[in-house]
């Protein structure tokens, strides 16, 4: 059957449907041809992406600024990366014979090879400590399969910690136990999935953080875990919930890379990000990226959540949408330029406007014409590797821009934007392995918010860029130093100050609450308005790596939470034990 056909089957079937239904069948159709298209094309390698995991991308980071040039295959603020392009990056490393390496920058050389090991020319050798003489035949395998139809890989997952902190007297613990698979299918489709299990007791700072926002201002309580969707609560305070992500990929054409699944985005080179962050729990999207030389063109279209006030537990959760697309452009040789445009959008029949898959065309104008009241946000960032051992980088993002409100009313609060600057120092002051951070963002009062939850830049009431939403600032300080090949220290610091809400005035720092709900004022708003809350975190951690990816983690913590306001006030001490395989450290910063 013909793409032309299918299209007519979709136009005579659908005759005499609701919208509703026209519109979901007309989607079933459109990703049935998809499934077609691929099976038509010719063969292409289709690579995976590396899972989001900020140790292991900072090591691609430090490895692109010390060549001292952007990589040809990927752009490092537009997460995550191909496997395949990061074995290229590898390369082009290890045949530049001017570029000076140490014993352990060839160690983390082989770490990353190892663990994408199927996309290098250069074999990784079979494992001479084969267990019955099948498995973990690579190291970084517990089972692996490669043939003309068929390239496997499985390995287990599993984390464990045990702990305790001063605030709360209650022991701290988490155990999860999960897989992870990827492969491709006849050298056409890719596939990724991952699925664990977890149960376990967080910090009381995270038991706080998203249950008293909604207790407080949408009339009832929901405990959304960082990273996470649905979590249901165990025991006095402990949480048990299941983390799933998988996708497909394949390219059409060799330029182009089309992946369509349940997973996390990011867009942007910082710590945080103001754009596009991986802070939400994981959502439906279809991503298509183009890559043309120097030019990388991203969309993304995606199906997000709206944790309804009032919804019952039987009660399905309503749909909203994003459509987004950014363009980044090296510029020169360590310069990079990133163009970001999104567009937030519900409706109350929880349709997606089919007018937003343009995938070339100005969101802002589409906005306009169909007269809607959709959130538009637009943003830029800047990527410059110098020295060889400096990157500087910057995000500027401008939430619903209207000239009258920027240049007509003095702190109008329709001022909406967010800033970030960071620097990165690899090999910092002549010491081998020791890399530097330093880190400032900045919200403006009311920015990511909007008339509702169908426009807010929000997912399962956790936020798509900043976790402390807006009205705030916040300095970044990150440490990390690898005195051996297994060990690394990792050095955390955070100071913030944000303005919340102790009354029924809205002074702008709950991104959930529509912008127009008592609105303390139109005119004279500023960062930090509100009662203050500063917020003082620093982190200490060491992990040892026992086996290709097997961890054994200790960390300290110490959280300084102050404020006029009394249940703003929180001093916390933690200290705890873990050891953790195939999954990444659980960043919980805020």
Known sequence: MSFRQLLLLTRLQTQGRSTGKKQCFVLGIFYSSLLLMILQIPSLAQSQFVPLNDDYYHLIDRFEIRRGRLSEDFHIGVKPFQRKAVVSLLDSIEADRTMPLNDIDYFNLQYLRQDNWEWSTDKTPMSQKRFMKRFYQRPSDFYSVQNKDLDLHLSPVTHLILGGENSSKDYLWLTARGV????VIGKKLGFYTYVTDTQGMFGKYVRDYTLNVREIYLGYPLYVLPGESFVKSIRTYGVDFISARGYITFN?????????????NVMGSGYRSMLLSDWSSPYLFLKMTTQLGRFQYTNLWANMLYNQVGRKPEEPINKKFAAIHHLSINLSKNISLGIYEAEVFGRE??????????????YRYLETYLGSSDNALLGVDFRWNFLKHFGFYSQFMLDEFKTSEYFGKKGSWGKKYAFQAGLKYVDALGIKNLDLQAEYNVARPFTYSHKNGFNNYVHYDQSLAHPLGANFWEVVGLLRYQPTRRLTVYGTFTYSKRGVDSDSWNYGSNIYRPYDDFRARDEGNFIGQGTPVNTTFADLRMSYMLKHNFFIDGRLMVRQQESPLESQNLSTTSATFGIRLNIPYRQQVF
């Open 180 to 183: 992870e698979m990827r492969g």
């Open 252 to 264: 059409p054409i060799k330029q182009i890379n089309l992946q369509f699944g349940h997973d996390r």
């Open 349 to 362: 029949n929880n349709t997606f406007d089919l007018n937003y898959l343009n995938p070339i065309i100005f």
